[in-house]
């Protein structure tokens, strides 16, 4: 059975910290996401990895304070999120595809999506 169970979402306070996980199980796949979805808003693409190559991408409104990574052994991947803003609130999901992606922002690329961990910032 394949699917993607997130955790590590909180409330904290601007300037804080969270880890979020997300654990994949039955599939080793090729690209995995991180995306939010305030209300109000179209979800959007917080960052990506691709496991053939190792490359990140990140929106530019986290770059230098989020850090996606995988633990490739564990099926897991990670959002280190630091220095956190009001702004970053939202519904956090993990998503996974079965291909290398070109663009990791864009959900109908992906195939299979967590069901959601929130995160506020107050």
């Known amino acids: 059975h394949v699917q993607l169970v997130e955790s590590g979402g909180g409330s904290v306070q601007a300037g804080g910290s969270l880890r979020l996980s997300c654990a994949a199980s039955?599939?080793?796949?090729?690209?995995m996401g991180w995306f939010r979805q305030a209300p109000g808003k179209e979800r959007e693409g917080v960052a990506g990895t691709y496991t053939t190559n190792g490359r990140t991408d990140y929106t530019d409104s986290v770059k230098g304070r989020f850090t996606i990574s995988r633990d490739n052994a564990k099926n897991t991947l990670f959002l280190q999120m630091l220095s956190l803003k009001p702004e970053d609130t939202g519904m956090y999901y993990c998503a996974a595809a079965y291909y290398i992606l070109g663009v990791y922002s864009s959900p109908e690329n992906y195939n299979v999506w967590g069901q959601g961990t929130q995160v506020t910032v107050s």
């Open positions: 039955g599939y080793a796949f090729n690209s």
